[in-house]
């Protein structure tokens, strides 16, 4: 297999489309993991709420 070689500087259109690519899934990736923490804490605190106010036998 032969290659020609290391490939050259990207054109700047496609330079800044990548980095739109980029900051589109950076920005979702931090919404996933906002949105998964503020679920478990959601979730931790209904557990909390229900032991705490449980009847007791």
Same mark, same amino acid.
């Given at each position: %297999?032969?290659?020609?070689?290391?490939?050259?500087?990207?054109?700047?259109?496609?330079? /800044? /489309?990548?980095? /739109?690519?980029?900051?589109?899934?950076?920005?979702? %990736?931090? %919404?996933?993991?906002?949105?998964?923490?503020?679920? +478990?804490?959601?979730?931790?605190?209904?557990? +909390?709420?229900?032991?705490?106010? /449980?009847?007791?036998?």
């Amino acid at each position: %297999m032969t290659t020609d070689g290391p490939p050259g500087p990207e054109p700047e259109e496609q330079r /800044a /489309a990548r980095r /739109a690519r980029e900051k589109y899934g950076e920005r979702h %990736m931090w %919404m996933w993991l906002a949105y998964f923490l503020f679920g +478990i804490h959601f979730i931790a605190f209904v557990m +909390i709420y229900a032991v705490t106010h /449980a009847p007791s036998k």
